[in-house]
């Protein structure tokens, strides 16, 4: 059942959705506040929130994370990168970005860092202008059925800082879901190492491996569980990363702007405290992103779903999406990802390694709740850059160690396709 609070639409469910006792009812709507509203630029009166950029890519978390649900990439060319972010690194050659990618997962650009910001305060030039250009490729099911598929070509243009590192790599990722990110964050880890099988020991073609990231508050390297790319270790780093790099919110977890040194007009604006979102406000952010709640599924007795349940993992896919978990005091749920890094193929490549992550290296995403996509956030865009337009397409650009499972379905008759579609749109 859905629920509308203001202008946040929140779904009931049977998971960890949010507050049992007033306090914690004013930490979820505080957090929520603090979620949706705009940041407005230093100074203002509105002390609370100011500080907005001086570089940045939205003003709010609600601007990408519609909803509390999935970005997608522009539509037209007319429409900005509002929901989907560019991040940058350069391959690690020397001790200093060895030092760097340690802490960022990558080497930055010495000149535009780890992410491109793509609107600017009071004149201040942005830092680029990125726009999909998009091809086809053509392909035929078993049965004759022809399908299209999009990919996308990214282009950067307007450097307004100067050149790029002549070995930049590019990688544009959606805003992804947020539904039960508290819930993955209670899974005991070493419930999630158990199913890491990196070296493919029993030969089934399935590699998982988790990745290693920087834990900022704990000073040494951990788990990594969020994001696409499993490249963060919290809902509160994610959440203090996020409000840095897309929104020029400082915290004490990031107490530095996202200007580089040669962004001299951008190193002297003025900010709105140090920091910006203190860590008692953050809190309240983050207490509001992990209780975001699960869906309910829906339409568990129809045939056509039980169907599709069984030729989901018939067809290998929950090997990899693996349905179930227990945390929170022994709660099962049905995440469906097993949150370990996999090689999804050169089609999917972005070429741009993150701590422990391959360039053809992505993390098992989460499928409860992808069924209502549409209904929450307006549209159906799927995969790491929205390239798919549909679940069916997203299926269809897994490779690599997902290619048997591909290939299983590509040779299903249209009533098996048509009840694995069912399966999915019903959780």
């Known amino acids: 059942m859905l629920i509308i609070i203001g202008s946040l639409m929140l779904l009931t469910s049977r998971s960890n959705s949010a507050a049992n006792n007033p306090q914690q009812h004013e930490d979820f709507a505080i957090g929520g506040a603090f979620f949706q509203q705009p940041w407005v630029i230093a100074p203002a009166s509105t002390t609370a929130r100011d500080g907005l950029g001086p570089l940045f890519k939205a003003n709010s978390c609600l601007a990408c994370h519609i909803g509390h649900g999935r970005g997608h990439p522009p539509f037209t060319d007319a429409e900005p990168f509002m929901s989907t972010i560019v991040k940058l690194g350069v391959p690690v050659r020397d001790s200093q970005q060895h030092e760097q990618a340690k802490v960022l997962g990558v080497a930055p650009d010495p000149v535009y860092g780890d992410h491109l910001q793509t609107l600017g305060i009071k004149g201040l030039p942005s830092e680029a202008t990125p726009r999909f250009r998009y091809s ?15 990919k996308p070509h990214l282009e950067i243009t307007q450097p307004n800082y100067g050149a790029f590192a002549p070995d930049i790599q590019f990688s ?18 070493t419930d999630i190492l158990a199913n890491a099988d990196p070296d493919d020991r029993n030969g089934d073609g399935i590699s998982g491996k988790p990745n290693t990231v920087w834990d900022i508050a704990k000073q040494q390297t951990v788990l990594g569980r969020f994001s696409w790319k499993a490249n963060q270790p919290s809902i509160r780093q994610q959440s203090a990363d996020a409000f840095r790099n897309d929104i020029g919110i400082t915290s004490s977890l990031f ?31 983050v207490f509001h992103v992990a209780n975001q709640p699960v869906p309910v599924r829906r339409t568990t007795n129809d045939a056509q779903v039980i169907q599709g349940q069984q030729l989901f993992g018939q067809a290998g896919c929950a090997t990899c999406h693996i349905p179930s978990f227990t945390a929170l005091a022994n709660q099962p749920h049905q995440p469906y990802s097993d ?5 999804m193929g050169e089609g999917l490549a972005d070429n741009r390694p ?13 499928l409860w709740g992808i069924g209502l996509t549409e209904k929450i956030n307006g549209h ?9 337009r549909n679940l069916l397409e997203a299926i269809l ?31």
């Open 136 to 150: 086809e490729i053509q392909g035929e099911f078993k049965d004759g059925t022809s399908y299209t598929l999009l």
């Open 172 to 189: 544009a990722r959606v805003a992804p879901p947020l539904l039960g990110m508290g819930l993955l964050e209670s899974i005991p880890e």
């Open 255 to 285: 107490p530095q702007q996202p200007c580089s040194a040669v962004q001299t007009d951008c190193l002297q604006l003025p900010t709105g405290g140090k920091p910006e979102i203190p860590d008692d406000l953050l809190a309240t952010v």
């Open 339 to 343: 949150l370990l890094l996999h090689d």
């Open 354 to 366: 993150e701590f422990a992550a391959s360039g053809r290296e992505w993390r098992t995403a989460p």
């Open 380 to 388: 159906t865009r799927f995969l790491h850059d929205g390239r798919a």
């Open 397 to 427: 650009w897994h490779s690599g160690e997902a290619e048997s499972a591909k290939q299983t379905v590509v040779a299903m008759p249209k009533t098996e396709r048509e009840a694995l579609l069912h399966f999915l749109n019903s959780l």
